[in-house]
């Protein structure tokens, strides 16, 4: 088993930054697939980056390319997202996923395809 726990969101204004971790316990992530996603209010959860367990290839939405990064350090089973540039549409629940299938190297945009998930962060971003 896999827990995944999820900080770092809070309110920022437009333009702001915003560094999210999601921390695991139980297992090492050092061989899984992590994405992360969101769910704004009323709507369904969405992909917005994954990457490869290693770290040698990653994977973004069109809607944060550019401005998003994600990255993950193995030795401390923790995978990051940094937020630039924000705008009031990444306002959401942000939630971190983990394929377990070990050594994938398929980087889903489908949240069915993985098997742990965070509890969640919430990012508020004003205009």
């Known amino acids: 088993q896999v827990q995944l726990v999820e900080s770092g969101g809070g309110l920022v204004q437009t333009g702001g930054s915003l560094r999210l971790s999601c921390a695991a316990s139980?297992?090492?992530?050092?061989?899984?697939?992590m994405g992360w996603f969101r769910q704004p209010p009323g709507k369904e959860r969405e992909f917005v980056a994954g990457?490869?367990?290693?770290?040698?290839?990653?994977h973004y939405s069109d809607s944060v390319k550019g401005r998003f990064t994600i990255s993950n350090d193995n030795a401390k089973s923790t995978v990051y997202l940094q937020m630039n540039s924000l705008k009031p549409e990444d306002t959401a629940v942000y939630y971190c996923?983990?394929?377990?299938?070990?050594?994938?190297?398929?980087?889903?945009?489908?949240?069915?395809?993985?098997?742990?998930w965070g509890q969640g962060t919430q990012v508020t971003v004003s205009s």
């Open positions: 996923g983990a394929d377990a299938t070990p050594y994938s190297s398929a980087l889903f945009v489908d949240a069915r395809e993985y098997d742990y």
């Open positions: 139980g297992r090492t992530l050092s061989t899984y697939v």
């Open positions: 990457i490869k367990w290693d770290g040698s290839r990653v």
